[in-house]
């Protein structure tokens, strides 16, 4: 595969952008930046990368579209999609080229980036019949294995694979953008595979807030119930089966959390946003 072209989306995390691209210095990628019209100065830190700014947050399906979409017009064979909160490991993008031999998109090992020992990612279910995200696998051995679904934080998509299956539904904004990508993959015939010999260190979930904020839970709730019910239609006892056990499970999650009506309220505004078919940022 003879041209990579990395793409970093950046909203504010300045630091966290400025420590990607540095990760990313020892690699043979060119490198364009995406900025979500970032008020933190973050496109005016760059340097060393060419930097596309928006001029408003398109979240990361809009935002990475837009970088997907440069990297094909400059002739990429592949384009790695980054979050700005993952600093690659060396030798990590030439491990995510080896592995793309017949695959629709490949993955790395994605650990955390303050413990570097715990796995946050080696692939992960998705079952578009059930009313909750599939699990992220926490183990993995030594070889390449396929995955149901991909991750976002950090994935090489070879441009056949683009070129067949499309972009991101920009309508999502941000969150299950990756599953309903995989699914869409996957009803093509497309394997997807996460290579251990490929490593990221990712902060999790730092530009929402986290993992369990209340936006997160908020674009969780509302796209999960769209990506679902695109995929899987059921029977109308079905449905709202499955629209009863994901909002349950994201109001246990709001429960637990330390902003709990934070969180009750970005259920309640994901389910009724889902229900009215309002779709991109959240209002």
């Known amino acids: 595969m003879s041209k990579i072209i990395a793409v970093v989306l950046s909203w504010n995390g300045r630091d966290d952008t400025l420590a990607c ?7 043979s990628a060119e490198v364009i930046v995406v900025d979500n019209a970032s008020s933190d100065g973050t496109a005016d830190a760059i340097t060393g990368a060419d930097v596309i700014r928006n001029e408003r947050n398109l979240g990361y399906a809009g935002g990475m579209n ?3 979409r440069a990297a094909l017009e400059r002739g990429a064979d592949a ?3 980054l979050n700005n ?7 990590a993008i030439a491990a995510l080229a080896a592995a793309t031999e017949g695959a629709g998109a490949v993955c790395p090992l994605v650990v955390f980036a303050g413990a570097p020992e715990r796995i946050w990612y080696a692939g992960a279910s998705f079952d578009p019949r059930r009313g909750y995200n599939g699990r992220q696998r926490t183990e993995i051995g030594a070889a390449p294995i396929e995955t149901e679904r991909i991750t976002g934080a950090a994935v090489l998509m070879p441009r056949a694979t683009l070129e067949q299956i499309g972009l991101f539904d920009e309508e999502l904004f941000a969150y299950l953008e990756d599953a309903d990508w995989s699914l869409r993959a996957r009803e093509a015939g497309l394997p997807l595979v996460v290579t251990p010999a490929s490593r990221v260190r990712h902060r999790v979930s730092a530009s929402t807030g986290g993992e369990g904020s209340p936006d997160a839970i908020y674009y969780s709730v509302r796209n999960l119930l769209r990506v679902c019910e695109r995929h899987e239609p059921l029977g109308a006892v079905g449905t709202w089966r499955r629209r009863a056990t994901a909002v349950a499970a994201f109001t246990g999650q709001a429960l637990l959390g330390r902003r709990r009506r934070a969180g009750l309220r970005a259920v309640r505004d994901g389910w009724r946003d889902f229900r009215r078919g309002r779709y991109g940022p959240r209002r």
């Not at 691209?21 to 690699?27: T, V």
């Not at 909160?85 to 030798?91: A, F």
Request: charged fraction near 30%.
């Open 66 to 68: 837009v970088g997907i």
């Open 85 to 91: 909160d993952v600093e690659v490991e060396p030798g």
């Open 79 to 81: 384009v790695l999609l």
């Open 21 to 27: 691209l540095r990760s990313l210095e020892s690699e």
